[in-house]
């Protein structure tokens, strides 16, 4: 019986009425929006780790890409083409976050 009490008193905290919302409405909006902000957060990193926006700077393009086509990085026999990231953003993700908040003062 003490179980069964236990979680019908949870249920009615989780679907009754705070001032406005359900607690229960409160929880799931959040962990919804958690997932949309993650979600839209890593997309946005990932975009900020390819060769295209690398060279969005003119003087990436001009200068330094137009270098590295003539190099080994960009073109050689197993056809694997070494990117920017690849070198210069860290692969561990707390790293990676650490370095995009120095490289925001660079661009």
């Known amino acids: 019986m003490a179980l069964r009490d236990s979680i019908i008193t949870l249920w009615k905290t989780l679907t009754g009425p705070a001032r406005h ?3 229960g409405f ?3 909006g959040g962990f919804i929006a958690g997932i949309v902000f993650w979600g839209g957060f890593n997309t946005a990193l990932e975009l900020t780790n390819t060769e295209t926006f690398c060279i969005s700077c003119h003087e990436m393009r001009d200068n330094v890409y137009a ?3 003539s ?3 960009y073109t050689n026999r197993s056809g694997v083409r070494a990117t920017c990231p690849d070198c210069h953003v860290p692969h561990q993700w707390t790293d990676k ?3 995009k908040m120095q490289a925001s003062k660079e661009v």
């Open 97 to 99: 976050i650490a370095r």
């Open 67 to 69: 270098e590295l086509k």
């Open 21 to 23: 919302f359900s607690l």
């Open 71 to 73: 190099t080994i990085h």
């Open 26 to 28: 409160l929880t799931f």
